[in-house]
């Protein structure tokens, strides 16, 4: 069930992001918005699952295969950030995804081998600056 709510939580969010791909922006912006969009999902999910973690909702197994599952996430983002054409207008928002993508590796792979959380972390932040750069990114109205 909780795959199943997370895939329909992912095309969701991504059909979301596609759907305003259209625009004042160009394609290349707009692959950009969308891979900071995923990213940004998959710092939530994080975090929930860190929450979950803490207050012994899931075992330490399902922690570090749900770590992996995010993990395979970020990469294909991380992947797609590093192969788009970004505009020079869309570069601080692109260095802060790229940035943001290490972040959560680092973070996911500590997590899939442990299947552990640590004390809250500094993604509330991150989430919000992912944020900021998605909604920079839009398209003006």
Known sequence: MRISFRLAFLLLAGGCVAAQAGGA????????RIAVGLLRSQASELALLEQQAQRGQVPPRYVRAHASQLLQAVERAGKQLSQARTPLSARPQAELAQAAARELTGELTRLRSSGRAQEASSR??????????????QPAS
């Open 25 to 32: 922006l160009d394609d290349e912006a707009a692959e950009l």
């Open 124 to 137: 509330p932040s991150l989430r919000a600056r992912l944020q900021q750069a998605e909604q920079a990114l």
